[in-house]
């Protein structure tokens, strides 16, 4: 079974990318799930409902988020109005499990890939150099305790790189993937880890890479050189796909590779 983690989609570009190399890759890899994380898909600073169903037309089963998640207000709508259907698009967008209890929406969905194989996705955040929330430690062992899935993939959507590979060994051997996201840069250190848990510090960005983290570079360099406020913007140039494949055995959910795919936009016939 293979499973395609799409890394964090950054406004308009990364959402065009998506749509215009997402089905062949799919196709071509035989990929059964497409998880994306899409919390900068509003023009870089969080998601609405309209963009949220667009990505899920784009055939993408769940999408995980992260701090950005509250920045666009109408979400909470979206989450709040998902409550009585599970398979409704409100349910498959997620925000980190690890948000106190009472917040809008939830951080774990569970369903069934294309071919009837029952997986889980699970969204965390982390706490160094961030808000302050609940220990997404304790909150995935709450959570896995309850889980019938054997295959299940956490977003840990955090700063530090070594809250990441810490959550990572942590959860070896009872998830199938640990995935990092935040920092729009991707890593070199995919590999499956002693007792089967695919593992990548991040995923990258899903967006424009002539750019400081998907903003307009001018922008961010007269902010450090000046100290000044200024409005962001997403940049344009040189967008590329970042995403990581997962195969998996569906028994077990034991992963049996893991392999890194950083596309361009494809070039115009």
């Given at each position: 079974?293979?499973?395609?983690?799409?890394?964090?989609?950054?406004?308009?570009?990364?959402?065009?990318?998506?749509?215009?190399?997402?089905?062949?890759?799919?196709?071509?890899?035989?990929?059964?799930?497409?998880?994306?994380?899409?919390?900068?898909?509003?023009?870089?600073?969080g998601?609405?409902?309209?963009?949220?169903?667009?990505?899920?037309?784009?055939?993408?089963?769940?999408?995980?988020?992260?701090n950005?998640?509250?920045d666009?207000?109408?979400?909470?709508?979206?989450?709040?109005?998902?409550?009585?259907?599970?398979?409704?698009p409100?349910?498959?967008?997620?925000?980190?499990?690890?948000?106190?209890?009472?917040s809008?929406?939830?951080?774990?969905?569970?369903?069934?890939?294309?071919g009837?194989?029952?997986?889980?996705?699970?969204?965390?955040?982390?706490?160094?150099?961030?808000?302050?929330?609940?220990?997404?430690?304790?909150?995935?062992?709450?959570?896995?305790?309850?889980?019938?899935?054997?295959?299940?993939?956490?977003?840990?959507?955090?700063?530090?790189?070594?809250?990441?590979?810490?959550?990572?060994w942590?959860?070896?051997?009872?998830?199938?993937?640990?995935?990092g996201?935040?920092?729009?840069?991707?890593?070199?250190?995919?590999?499956?880890?002693?007792?089967?848990?695919?593992?990548?510090?991040?995923?990258?960005?899903?967006?424009?890479?002539d750019?400081?983290?998907?903003?307009?570079?001018?922008?961010?360099?007269?902010?450090?050189?000046?100290?000044?406020?200024?409005?962001?913007?997403?940049?344009r140039?040189?967008?590329?796909?970042?995403?990581?494949?997962?195969?998996?055995?569906?028994?077990?959910?034991?992963?049996q590779?893991?392999?890194?795919?950083?596309?361009?936009?494809?070039?115009?016939?």
């Amino acid at each position: 079974m293979r499973i395609l983690f799409v890394g964090d989609i950054f406004g308009r570009p990364g959402r065009n990318i998506v749509r215009e190399r997402l089905p062949r890759l799919v196709k071509e890899r035989g990929v059964e799930l497409v998880i994306a994380n899409g919390e900068n898909a509003a023009a870089g600073f969080g998601i609405t409902p309209q963009i949220a169903e667009e990505l899920f037309e784009m055939d993408i089963d769940v999408i995980t988020t992260g701090n950005h998640i509250w920045d666009k207000r109408e979400i909470i709508e979206f989450f709040n109005l998902a409550n009585g259907d599970p398979y409704s698009p409100g349910r498959r967008l997620l925000r980190p499990a690890n948000y106190p209890q009472g917040s809008p929406g939830r951080g774990l969905y569970e369903g069934k890939t294309r071919g009837g194989t029952p997986y889980a996705v699970l969204n965390l955040q982390g706490r160094v150099f961030m808000t302050t929330i609940d220990d997404p430690f304790r909150t995935a062992d709450q959570i896995l305790e309850k889980l019938q899935a054997r295959v299940v993939l956490v977003d840990m959507h955090a700063e530090a790189t070594s809250e990441k590979i810490a959550l990572g060994w942590y959860l070896d051997g009872r998830v199938t993937a640990v995935l990092g996201t935040h920092t729009h840069v991707p890593t070199a250190d995919e590999r499956i880890l002693p007792s089967g848990t695919a593992y990548q510090t991040d995923v990258g960005m899903t967006g424009p890479y002539d750019s400081v983290i998907g903003v307009e570079k001018e922008t961010i360099l007269q902010r450090f050189l000046t100290q000044m406020p200024a409005r962001f913007e997403p940049a344009r140039g040189n967008v590329r796909l970042c995403a990581t494949l997962i195969g998996c055995d569906p028994q077990t959910g034991r992963a049996q590779s893991i392999e890194r795919i950083s596309l361009p936009a494809a070039e115009p016939e």
